[in-house]
């Protein structure tokens, strides 16, 4: 079975800042997705960003960045120019990808917290 | 474009009572999957629903049983309720096997 650990319970930094959230997971695949997701208040899971395993390359959209140390098992959100709106709790989640079946493992989440 | 549809928003419900939440999975999406998320913690999985039939299943108790119906939108159910199973429900719908899912916002489940 993989885990998810999620070591920053809250964090918090002033607008405009760039933070890391990190994450570490632990699994036997080879083959896996591992993703990051926000929720806000309005509790909707709604997806940051998502890494292929198999890919070398660290996923990028806009202002969000992974770290992804495959060897290390390492999975990391980098936000950039943060804004009051990406205040929210950030989950890190992994799928075995030989099905999607096996449904998404996720961490305990860290809030974030962006201060005006 | 619809999204997630789950309903209802809210509810309360007497410790051995049983419960039934809704989920009408977004457009053109034919695979529900439900998670219970506890205060304070992450989804867990419950289980995944294609074809109208179970296809996995996390680690839950019996009580706790689902169905899909032809129009892809799902049930699920718990019986003989406990105080435990008070926590946010969230329906994720996605196309076969692939791996994008878009949630819901949740069922809040309070057991009293």
């Known amino acids: 079975a993989q885990t998810v650990t999620q070591s920053q319970p809250e964090m918090s930094v002033q607008e405009a800042e760039t933070v890391t959230l990190s994450c570490t997971y632990d699994t036997s695949e080879s083959n896996y997705y591992l993703f990051w997701y926000k929720q806000p208040p309005s509790r909707q899971m709604i997806l940051v960003i998502r890494?292929?395993?198999?890919?070398?390359q660290n996923a990028t959209e806009n202002r969000f960045s992974v770290n992804f140390q495959k060897a290390a098992k390492s999975f990391s959100l980098k936000i950039s120019d943060s804004q009051l709106g990406d205040t929210a709790m950030y989950f890190c989640?992994?799928?075995?990808?030989?099905?999607?079946?096996?449904?998404?493992?996720f961490g305990k989440g860290t809030h974030l917290i962006i201060q005006p | 474009d619809a999204g997630v549809t789950q309903s209802p928003t809210h509810l309360i419900k007497t410790r051995g009572q049983q419960v039934t939440l809704r989920c009408s999975p977004k457009?053109?999406?034919?695979?529900v999957s439900w998670y219970q998320q506890a205060l304070g913690q992450g989804p867990q999985f419950i289980f995944q629903y294609y074809e109208e039939e179970e296809r996995q299943r996390g680690n839950f108790p019996d009580r706790f049983s689902g169905h899909q119906f032809p129009n892809y939108s799902s049930e699920l159910n718990v019986n003989a309720l406990l105080l435990g199973d008070s926590a946010l429900y969230l329906c994720?719908?996605?196309?076969?096997?692939?791996?994008?899912?878009?949630f819901g916002s949740g069922t809040r489940l309070t057991v009293v």
């Open positions: 890494q292929e395993a198999y890919k070398q």
């Open positions: 994720a719908s996605s196309l076969g096997t692939g791996l994008i899912y878009t």
């Open positions: 457009s053109g999406h034919d695979t």
């Open positions: 989640a992994f799928v075995y990808s030989g099905g999607g079946a096996d449904g998404l493992t």
